[in-house]
Nanobody, 118 residues
Framework: VQLQASGGGLVQPGGSLRLSCAAS????????MGWYRQAPGKQRELVAA???????NYADSVKGRFTISRDNAKNTVHLQMNSLKPEDTAVYYC?????????????WGQGTLVTVSS
C-alpha cells in the first residue's frame, strides 16, 4: 500500500491551497486518515485528522481555516487550506491507518511542500 500526496506549492498570505492524498495498492481497508506538517527546525505536528465515519479533529492553529475531508470510495483525503499564513509554511505529510493482510499499520505519504510567502 502506498500514499501519494499532491497539491503543495507557493501561495501568498491569505491565499488558499488544496492538498490531496490517495491510497493505492491491493486488498486494504483505510481507517483514520490525516495530515501532519513539519516546519524547519520543528517537530512534526498533527494538522487535521478524519475517521472513516467522518469525525474530524483539528489543531487549534488551523481551526476555522482548514477543512479535512475524505472520499472513502476513492481512498482519498483532502485538506482545503484557506487564509494561509506564513507560519503555515511546512512540509505536509498525509497519514493513514490501514488494514492489509490482517495487519493494522500506519502509512505515510512522501510529503508536499507548502510555502506561504509574499
Amino acid at each position: 500500500v502506498q500514499l501519494q500526496a499532491s497539491g503543495g506549492g507557493l501561495v501568498q498570505p491569505g491565499g488558499s491551497l488544496r492538498l490531496s492524498c490517495a491510497a493505492s495498492g491491493s486488498s486494504f481497508v483505510v481507517h483514520n486518515m490525516g495530515w501532519y506538517r513539519q516546519a524547519p527546525g520543528k517537530q512534526r505536528e498533527l494538522v487535521a485528522a478524519i475517521t472513516s465515519g467522518g469525525g474530524t479533529n483539528y489543531a487549534d492553529s488551523v481551526k476555522g481555516r482548514f477543512t479535512i475531508s475524505r472520499d472513502n470510495a476513492k481512498n482519498t483525503v483532502h485538506l482545503q487550506m484557506n487564509s494561509l499564513k506564513p507560519e503555515d509554511t511546512a512540509v505536509y505529510y498525509c497519514n493513514a491507518v490501514i488494514l492489509t493482510r490482517a495487519v493494522l499499520d500506519m502509512y505515510w505519504g512522501q510529503g508536499t511542500l507548502v510555502t506561504v510567502s509574499s
